[in-house]
């Protein structure tokens, strides 16, 4: 279980993601400026304005890790349909 403990530790360590690149780091903070934008016209930036940085980013990742889940769950559900037609052969 050592592994398992340092992979949590890591995960907390970098706000729930293991070894991002160099280029998910900047797609996140690029990110940050579309939230900002749908936060504003959604009249919601005032609760988020004393948010920081790390914490914008987590709400970014948990909508991109939920997702990419939600992709993989439905890929894998119609894979798992052998054929997805009405044809008989």
Do not use: Y
């Not at 530790?9 to 690029?30: C, H, V």
Request: charged share 30%; aromatic share 6%; with cysteine.
């Amino acid at each position: 279980m050592r592994c398992l403990d340092a992979g949590s530790a890591l995960a907390k360590w970098n706000n729930g993601m293991i070894d991002k690149t160099d280029i998910e780091i900047q797609a996140i903070k690029e990110a940050r400026r579309f939230l900002a934008e749908v936060l504003t016209e959604m009249d919601l930036m005032t609760l988020f304005h004393d948010r920081s940085a790390a914490e914008i980013d987590r709400i970014i990742e948990a909508c991109i890790d939920g997702f990419q889940d939600a992709m993989q769950r439905q890929a894998d559900a119609v894979r798992n349909v052998p054929f997805n037609d009405t044809i008989p052969f």
